[in-house]
């Protein structure tokens, strides 16, 4: 990866046209707010919980193609997962976006945020890609608001 053309696959083009579970959910029981000033990214998660398990999950926000497509996959990948499973995938997610080892993927899907691995190579672009799961931990762990990545 030498190109930061090569950063933007058609995979993450899809999400951002066409962004998944996008908008505002009705009743939300999580939900936080996530800002990265340095690029002008924000966005906005909404999670619905149920004994545990994370029955619903929708986004809203404005941001750049990786940050809206980072969420779009996010809420893909953590409906039907139980908060334990969301905070592994939160940290096999930002091991891999900041190149540090990747902690074992245990039994989850992970494939899909593979597709992002390549902003490693582009710190910058790191934080645009953190930031709905900065959002996502704040909301399940720390009573929401808003999380900055400055
Ligand atoms: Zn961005």
Redesign the pocket.
């Given at each position: 990866m030498s190109d930061l053309r090569d950063l933007y696959q058609e995979v993450i083009l899809d999400h951002n046209r066409n962004p998944r579970n996008f908008g505002v959910l009705d009743h939300p029981t999580h939900q936080a707010q996530g800002v990265?000033p340095l690029?002008g990214?924000q966005l906005q998660v909404f999670l619905r919980l149920n004994d545990g398990v994370i029955e619903e999950v929708r986004f809203e926000g404005r941001?750049?193609a990786?940050?809206t497509a980072s969420a779009s996959i996010m809420t893909e990948i953590l409906k039907g997962l139980s908060v334990d499973q969301a905070d592994h995938c939160f940290e096999v997610f930002h091991a891999m976006a900041t190149g540090a080892a990747t902690p074992g993927a245990a039994d989850l899907d992970l494939a899909k945020l593979e597709v992002l691995s390549g902003v490693r190579e582009f710190p910058a672009r790191v934080k645009?890609a953190t930031l709905a799961w900065h959002a996502l931990n704040s909301a399940l762990h720390h009573a929401g608001g808003k999380v900055t990545t400055e």
């Open positions: 990265n690029c990214d941001g750049c990786i940050s645009c």
